[in-house]
């Protein structure tokens, strides 16, 4: 069954502090996506990331770093020196084959100034 | 590109009235969702579409229903409005699986039901 696990709930760090969020999937699909998305306190749903399956390299988007390990079914996101701007909830999703997107039950972020 | 478009942004329902929340897309999109999201919680998926006339059941489908007669339009009609149902509603589309699968999402339908 296919699945989608974000471990950390809630997260507080204190801003100029670097923060992981975790997430760990399971499929039977060989050929799938994931993702990560924001929502910010306004509350809509900013795309952050695709990955495919094929595409084990990290990725980088100035603070942003995603980390995709297949032996270990992770996809886990780094924030460097988090900003206040970063607090949101952030979600983790699978897409395989059904293109039906499988949500996480998203991590809360908080940054303390 | 306006993207995915919802209507209206917050609405107060009674008991057993019902409603239709808008959502249409300008991006071609096969593929649209319906979500629902709980206060504190992740998405559920209600309702989806591979295609005009095309719809499905997605995971709490109850209490909904869904048509979708042209590409741009995936309107959410609620029948019998319960407590159950105050929720933020999301729509959202995309190319699909082949393209990415990608889903962008409208700014969301705020619902309660009184």
């Known amino acids: 069954a296919q699945k989608v696990t974000q471990a950390q709930t809630e997260i507080s760090v204190v801003e100029k502090e670097d923060v992981t969020l975790d997430c760990v999937y399971e499929?039977?699909?060989?050929?799938?996506?994931l993702f990560w998305y924001k929502q910010p306190p306004s509350g809509e749903l900013v795309f952050l990331i695709r990955r495919n399956s094929f595409d084990e390299q990290n990725e980088i988007s100035g603070r942003y770093s995603w980390n995709f390990q297949k032996s270990t079914s992770s996809f886990n996101f780094t924030i460097t020196a988090s900003q206040v701007v970063d607090s949101a909830v952030y979600f983790c999703a699978l897409n395989q084959r059904d293109d039906k997107i499988i949500f996480g039950k998203g991590t809360r972020l908080h940054i303390l100034p | 590109n306006a993207g995915v478009t919802q209507t209206p942004k917050f609405r107060i329902l009674k008991i057993g009235q019902s409603m239709t929340l808008q959502c249409t897309q300008d991006m071609n999109h096969n593929y649209m969702y319906w979500y629902r999201q709980d206060p504190g919680m992740g998405l559920k998926l209600i309702y989806y579409s591979v295609g005009a006339g095309i719809t499905d059941k997605g995971e709490v489908p109850n209490g909904y229903n869904v048509s979708r007669s042209t590409t741009e339009d995936f309107p959410l009609r609620l029948e019998l409005a319960a407590p159950s149902q105050t929720s933020v509603y999301f729509c959202?589309?995309?190319?699909?699986?082949?393209?990415?699968?990608?889903?962008?999402f409208g700014p969301g339908t705020r619902l309660l039901v009184l």
């Open positions: 959202a589309s995309s190319h699909g699986l082949a393209a990415g699968g990608t889903q962008y």
């Open positions: 499929t039977r699909d060989t050929t799938y996506y």
